[in-house]
């Protein structure tokens, strides 16, 4: 490959192109790679020369990368970037690209890393290659999440950072308890010192292994993900309204996430001393216990199990009276077990649930026609089945038709006395931080399935500081700018770059960092962090 000069007869035009050999047949022809353009004096036609050669060192780069020992060029990238001059006297037809970096991540993340104290959790004197390898294994988590050969191998080739796969191991060994509860009790202050908690939203879930083998942590139990024959643990989160975390636990697979004593060991441990717990559904026997204890909570109503004679009054929504706040819904209340019921009903909730049960009726009759047995196992289909004469399926009019008394109906049950109507239904709408939170630990963070047998290695520590470090952005970003998704932001993170250039002649190393995106200017600015777009040289 080579820069060609063509000229024009009869004309000054003269084209720049790059062109390479390929054989056709027994003939070498040339054919053309890049036009790179049409200069009309000699000036324009050194530039282009230039020009063309730096496409060609950064074309051939692309099919025979060179890579350099990069965790000082990494770290120097990203640090010298942010007080570079942005003076290049250098010729550009000997510079040659090296590498192109991530650096939008360790920028930004790396921050709100440091911001946390997350960075003080291993102390650097006794284990300062341990504290490197967790902060660039918690990088790579929010980059890429993937498993930590994964994670090693992601890190070398976008970030240029070089970490062994032992030194991972032995690092996630050195997370032992004390270390655990020092990352709950920085990331609990972090959340705290931005707003008090006055509400807690409380949750859990299942972590599947990919093994069915037991020990004092890996049971099996109830799984979430439809894995029961694999053992499991079970995950306890805690997050304020705005979705910060407070704290995390870790319980044995076979225990009840229902129970009460999961709530009270949290907040015992975490020194939440007054919190809301707001759940989708606990037991009629947890909510006596929570009641024992002193514990404030509102939990979703299992409205169809009531007594008969209260559900009479649930369904005449006509004698509801208009919720305070909102234009169309109605709410009505009523004193259950001690506790208060509080039900609203959504003119347009009811729409939406009409709506789905027809699109639910019409495919069982579509299935219905082509293989009725099929529909035996189905758990939702069963709602509007009967079996008549023969084991013969049909669609039961009765269940459709008492599934749309309950249309736009959704009831809580709570112990607040001191809080309205209101208050305790916005309580229970925020109950979407927690659920948004296990989406983005289950699927954005890939937190499962877990390969690991070792104990301080199923803590699941790096992915709780990892799930900070987005949640803490992705606030931080919503108050001061707008809010972002914390997929939106990574994306815009991931695509903050910079290409590092060579010299064949000096051997001096220099920064070209991409244009960055609009949101990834907002992302920065939210941070503090300068945002440079000028060439730089290492030094």
């Known amino acids: 490959m080579f820069v060609r000069i063509k000229t024009t007869p009869n004309s000054p035009r003269r084209s720049v192109q790059l062109v390479e050999g390929v054989r056709d047949g027994g003939k070498v022809r040339q054919r053309i790679v890049r036009h790179i353009g049409v200069a009309m004096d000699e000036d324009e036609l050194e530039r282009l020369r230039r020009l063309g050669e730096y496409v060609k060192a950064k074309l051939e780069d692309e099919h025979q990368p060179s890579l350099f020992a990069p965790d000082t060029i990494a770290d120097q990238v990203i640090r010298v970037g942010r007080q570079g001059d942005g003076k290049l006297p250098v010729d550009l037809k000997q510079l040659e690209e090296e590498q192109r970096l991530i650096t939008g991540i360790h920028e930004v993340y790396g921050e709100m890393y440091r911001q946390l104290g997350l960075d003080g959790l291993l102390p650097r004197s006794r284990y300062r290659a341990s504290h490197d390898a967790l902060f660039h294994v918690v990088m790579a988590r929010i980059a890429n999440p993937d498993s930590k050969r994964g994670s090693v191998r992601r890190l070398e080739e976008d970030f240029g950072v070089s970490l062994p796969l032992e030194k991972v191991y032995r690092m996630m060994d050195q997370l032992d308890a004390p270390v655990i509860n020092h990352l709950r009790r920085r990331v609990g202050e972090a959340s705290r010192s931005l707003l008090p908690v006055a509400v807690l939203f409380f949750d859990c879930t299942t972590l599947y292994f990919e093994t069915a083998v037991e020990d004092e942590l890996r049971q099996h139990g109830f799984s979430k993900d439809g894995k029961h024959r694999d ?32 709530l009270q060991d949290m907040q015992r441990r975490h020194q939440v001393e007054r919190a809301v717990c707001v759940r989708g559904m606990l037991s009629a026997a947890n909510l006596d216990a929570m009641d024992k204890i002193g514990g404030e909570y509102v939990v979703g109503a299992r409205l169809r199990n009531l007594p008969v004679a209260l559900q009479k009054q649930v369904l005449e929504t006509d004698a509801y009276v208009p919720l305070e706040g909102s234009e169309d819904r109605r709410v009505g209340e009523w004193e259950h077990k001690g506790r208060r019921l509080i039900v609203v009903f959504c003119p347009k909730r009811a729409r939406k649930d009409a709506y789905e049960r027809r699109h639910q009726v019409q495919r ?176």
């Open 231 to 262: 053992s499991q643990v079970l995950l306890a989160l805690m997050v304020t309204r705005e979705g910060l975390p407070i704290s995390y636990e870790v319980f044995p697979g076979s225990t009840y996430e229902g129970h009460s004593l999961v």
């Open 364 to 539: 069982l009759l579509e299935r219905l026609k082509r293989n009725p047995k099929e529909l035996l196992s189905h758990h939702g289909a069963k709602r509007f089945i009967a079996v008549e004469g023969d084991a013969r399926l049909t669609v039961n009019p009765e269940k459709i038709a008492e599934a749309e008394r309950w249309d736009g109906l959704a009831g809580v049950v709570t112990n607040l006395r001191d809080a309205s109507t209101a208050e305790v239904m916005a309580h229970y709408h925020g109950l979407w931080q927690v659920e948004e939170s296990f989406r983005i630990t289950k699927h954005d963070l890939k937190v499962r399935p877990i390969w690991h047998w070792n104990e301080n290695r199923i803590r699941i520590a790096i992915a709780f500081m990892a799930f900070a470090c987005v949640r803490h952005l992705a606030y931080r970003v919503a108050i001061q700018k707008k809010r972002m998704s914390p997929e939106v932001i990574r994306s815009a993170l991931v695509h903050r770059q910079c290409s590092v250039l060579s010299c064949r002649q000096s051997g001096n190393r220099y920064v070209i960092p991409s244009k960055p995106t609009p949101v990834a200017e907002q992302i920065y600015a939210t941070m503090g962090l300068p945002l440079t777009i000028t060439p730089y040289q290492l030094v």
